[in-house]
């Protein structure tokens, strides 16, 4: 069964620092991940996906992922964190045959302070 | 193009009654998912329609069904409410069955008392 972990509940960092969060995933042959972003009682926002090809993806909003297979990992990581990015992170697997149908971490909440 | 549009935003049920949520995939999408995310988790998927069928399921109980229509649009309904129904439910689209991203739309939020 495919699951995913997000190890950190809750990051809080510094505007203008650096952010790594963390996306650990269990899947039994090669996986679709995605990053997604929610702001309070809003839906999902797609940030990146990874299918195949270069393991370092560039989504929007300056976000990137590095996909290592080694590690089973797939962290999402940006330079210079704005107040704007404060929301929650969610990672996910899907299947490459149905995007439609993905297992969800439970989520990193994300604080900004200024 | 307005996107996945999901409606009601907000709905309160008592315990016992049954509800239907819509949802209008994004122009050009004809396969639709729907998930529930409880408070404070990761959304998790309920079933997936395609062509007017369920053709995916996960661990939900038959209380939960669906419907889709032939413009694609689409229903989950719930029947008997449980006060852990409680959940934002979001519809995502995609066009197609494979390999494709999944839009959400922004869920609507149910509470059962």
Same mark, same amino acid.
């Given at each position: 069964?495919?699951?995913?972990?997000?190890?950190?509940?809750?990051i809080t960092v510094s505007e203008g620092a650096s952010?790594?969060?963390?996306? #650990?995933?269990?899947?039994?042959?090669?996986?679709?991940?995605?990053?997604?972003?929610?702001?309070?009682?809003?839906?999902?926002?797609?940030?990146? %996906?990874?299918?195949?090809?270069?393991?370092?993806?560039?989504?929007? %909003?300056?976000?990137?992922?590095?996909?290592?297979?080694?590690?089973?990992?797939? #962290?999402?990581? %940006?330079?210079?964190?704005?107040?704007?990015?404060?929301?929650?992170?969610?990672?996910?697997?899907?299947? #490459?045959?149905?995007?439609? %149908?993905?297992?969800?971490?439970?989520?990193?909440?994300?604080?900004?302070?200024? | 193009?307005?996107? &996945?549009?999901?409606?009601?935003?907000?709905?309160?049920?008592?315990?016992?009654?049954? &509800?239907?949520?819509?949802?209008?995939?994004?122009?050009?999408?004809?396969?639709?998912?729907?998930?529930?995310?409880?408070?404070?988790?990761?959304?998790?998927?309920? @079933?997936?329609?395609?062509?007017?069928?369920?053709?995916?399921?996960?661990? @939900?109980?038959?209380?939960?069904?669906?419907?889709? @229509?032939? /413009?694609?649009?689409?229903?989950? /309904? &719930? /029947?008997?409410?449980?006060?852990?129904?409680?959940?934002?439910?979001?519809?995502?689209?995609?066009?197609?069955?494979?390999?494709?991203?999944?839009? @959400?739309?922004?869920?609507?939020?149910?509470?059962?008392?």
């Amino acid at each position: 069964a495919q699951s995913v972990t997000q190890p950190d509940i809750h990051i809080t960092v510094s505007e203008g620092a650096s952010l790594e969060l963390r996306c #650990n995933y269990s899947y039994g042959a090669t996986p679709y991940l995605f990053w997604y972003v929610q702001s309070p009682g809003q839906g999902l926002q797609l940030l990146l %996906k990874y299918f195949s090809g270069d393991t370092l993806v560039q989504g929007i %909003k300056g976000f990137e992922a590095e996909f290592k297979r080694s590690q089973s990992s797939f #962290n999402l990581r %940006k330079p210079s964190v704005h107040w704007s990015d404060a929301a929650e992170y969610f990672c996910a697997v899907g299947a #490459n045959t149905n995007a439609g %149908k993905s297992t969800f971490g439970d989520g990193t909440t994300l604080t900004v302070k200024p | 193009d307005a996107g &996945v549009t999901q409606s009601p935003t907000h709905l309160i049920k008592t315990r016992g009654q049954q &509800v239907t949520l819509r949802c209008s995939p994004k122009s050009g999408h004809d396969t639709v998912s729907w998930y529930q995310q409880a408070l404070g988790q990761g959304p998790q998927f309920i @079933f997936q329609y395609y062509e007017e069928e369920e053709r995916q399921r996960g661990n @939900f109980p038959d209380r939960f069904s669906g419907h889709q @229509f032939p /413009n694609y649009s689409s229903e989950l /309904n &719930v /029947n008997a409410l449980l006060l852990g129904d409680s959940a934002l439910y979001l519809c995502a689209s995609s066009p197609d069955m494979g390999g494709a991203e999944a839009f @959400f739309g922004q869920g609507t939020r149910l509470t059962v008392v």
